[in-house]
């Protein structure tokens, strides 16, 4: 099964896995790190432990950070980088990881990462009376 | 072939719906049946907005849905149906809409009305509307999401078993 690792400023990844309880009925595989207060070293240390968890996680593990150039992103492309079951995603929100959840069995991870992209931009939506989403 | 799921659901169309059912269902359309979402513009456009574009979607007054399943759409399409409230599905049923199994998956807390699950709440009218479908031998099942264990409403409610 693949993991998701929520790396996020702050408590956003735990409310976002809440939110996804709330929907689906199950967290499984979903994982939260906040680095509120934590020095790169100790990111990068707590990460990596995540990422080469146990047996299962080499199915893949898509690390979905909150924002792009931001010090968790910086960790998790530098540490991606070393293995060949990671992919880091930025700006997660909460179609992202619905996203993730729904489709992990069905897709590869190289796939997987691009489809999760592609649903958390389309949750992105200025609704107008005209013309819908 | 039969409603893949009919659902009475207050919230209408929701995550639990878009995403929790659909991904355990994978029904082709979600028909919302509401006259007060089909007859407003706005709110019609907000719950078309509401299912992403690689699924149908119908929002349709209650004469409106009685022709479409009635027009061989069921045929042809695997469609998840959903309505705000037990006494649509009774309007639905007594016009030949062919029911057999309710999931009940949100009555809100509205003033005047009793728990009878965190996510199920009925007044009187409810209860005997649900006696009505009851009585016709369709299955009440109570279940927000799909994982969660289903909770007999027949039972809850204390009807006599059919």
Not at chain 1, 5 to 28: K, N
Not at chain 1, 84 to 99: A, E, I, Q, T
Request: aromatic content about 4%.
């Amino acid at each position: 099964m693949k993991h998701a690792i929520l790396l996020t400023h702050g408590p956003i990844g735990e409310a976002l896995i809440e939110a996804v309880r709330g929907i689906m009925g199950f967290d499984e595989g979903l994982h939260a790190l906040a680095v509120t207060d934590m020095s790169i070293t100790e990111i990068a240390s707590r990460l990596s432990a995540l990422v080469s968890g146990p047996d299962e996680r080499q199915d893949g593990v898509l690390i979905m950070a909150s924002l792009r150039g931001g010090s968790c992103w910086n960790v998790a492309v530098s540490i991606a980088s070393d293995y060949k079951h990671v992919r880091v995603l930025s700006g997660v929100n909460l179609p992202m990881v619905l996203s993730f959840i729904t489709k992990r069995e069905s897709l590869s991870l190289e796939a997987l990462a691009a489809e999760v992209q592609h649903d958390g931009a389309r949750g992105i939506c200025l609704l107008s009376q005209d013309k819908g989403c | 072939m039969p409603l893949v799921q009919v659902r009475i659901d207050d919230r209408l169309i929701h995550g639990q719906v878009v995403v929790g059912w659909r991904h355990v269902l994978d029904p082709q359309r979600i028909m919302l049946c509401s006259d007060e979402v089909a007859n407003s513009d706005w709110q019609k456009t907000i719950y078309m907005s509401a299912v992403t574009s690689d699924i149908a979607a119908s929002v349709l007054t209650l004469q409106e849905t009685i022709a479409e399943l009635g027009s061989g759409l069921l045929e042809r399409e695997r469609i998840l149906l959903l309505v705000d409230s037990p006494k649509r599905l009774v309007q639905l049923v007594e016009a030949g809409v062919p029911i057999s199994e309710v999931n009940v998956g949100g009555m809100h807390f509205r003033a005047g009305k009793n728990q009878i699950t965190p996510f199920i709440f009925v007044d009187e009218e409810d209860v005997s509307n649900f006696r009505i479908l009851h009585d016709k031998g369709i299955k009440l099942e109570g279940r927000d999401v799909p994982t969660r264990t289903p909770i007999d409403i027949a039972r809850a409610l204390r009807f006599e078993p059919i």
